[in-house]
T-cell receptor, first 112, second 114 residues
Framework: RKEVEQDPGPFNVPEGATVAFNCTYS??????FFWYRQDCRKEPKLLMS???SGNEDGRFTAQLNRASQYISLLIRDSKLSDSATYLC?????????????FGKGTSLLVTP | DAGVTQSPTHLIKTRGQQVTLRCSPK?????VSWYQQALGQGPQFIFQ???????QRGNFPDRFSGHQFPNYSSELNVNALLLGDSALYLC?????????????FGSGTQLSVL
């Protein structure tokens, strides 16, 4: 079983729509959670961290459910510029360091 | 303030050859991690360097090796290249190996093995 699993999509939504992505992780000891955005042929960029209490950044809302080992990202009022791949990321930190475990990514296409 | 820089941007090699990729971390960062991203996949962790030592390693064979220099820059070496090594190789930098601060990625090196 993959450590981080996401629905690859693609999700095709019209401008202004609300879209939600889900992600599950297998290691219950995972400590930190993030959503990254990756545009075609570019490097991943941090979109937002995910906290147990849930957090919001403008049109973006992230939620974490540790009991179910489940992370979500909600995008409201979608813009054309939101078209990208959204990567769910989970980290496990040890004394020697940490590594990011990426999901395969969920592809989003926002259409006019 | 320069971000993470990687070179070269693109590279074409043939099976069996060896390749070296380079990375300069963001100014002020001392830790470098390398990731491999195959087409249609998420980035996979290769290894992390801090204080010129390999601190953590992902599930990659010994053909993948690295080095970190005193100025914190890093190299990724891949020997005996296979077709399956074709991927985007991403370097990321941070301050400290166990920092949970934002990780900065370079724009990557696209390696094609023919």
């Amino acid at each position: 079983r993959k450590e981080v699993e996401q629905d690859p999509g693609p999700f095709n939504v019209p401008e202004g729509a609300t879209v939600a992505f889900n992600c599950t992780y297998s290691n219950s000891a995972s400590q930190s959670f993030f959503w990254y955005r990756q545009d075609c042929r570019k490097e991943p960029k941090l979109l937002m961290s995910v906290y147990s209490s849930g957090n919001e950044d403008g049109r973006f809302t992230a939620q974490l459910n540790r009991a179910s080992q489940y992370i979500s990202l909600l995008i409201r009022d979608s813009k054309l510029s939101d078209s990208a791949t959204y990567l769910c990321v989970v980290t496990l930190i040890s004394n020697s360091g940490y590594a990011l475990n990426f999901g395969k990514g969920t592809s989003l296409l926002v259409t006019p | 303030d320069a971000g993470v820089t990687q070179s070269p941007t693109h590279l074409i090699k043939t099976r069996g050859q060896q390749v070296t990729l380079r990375c300069s971390p963001k100014s002020g960062h001392d830790t470098v991690s390398w990731y491999q991203q195959a087409l249609g996949q998420g980035p996979q962790f290769i290894f992390q360097y801090y204080e010129e030592e390999e601190r953590q390693r992902g599930n990659f064979p010994d053909r993948f090796s690295g080095h970190q220099f005193p100025n914190y820059s890093s190299e990724l070496n891949v020997n005996a290249l296979l077709l399956g090594d074709s991927a985007l190789y991403l370097c990321a930098s941070s301050l400290g190996p166990a920092s949970n601060e934002k990780l900065f990625f370079g724009s990557g090196t696209q390696l094609s093995v023919l």
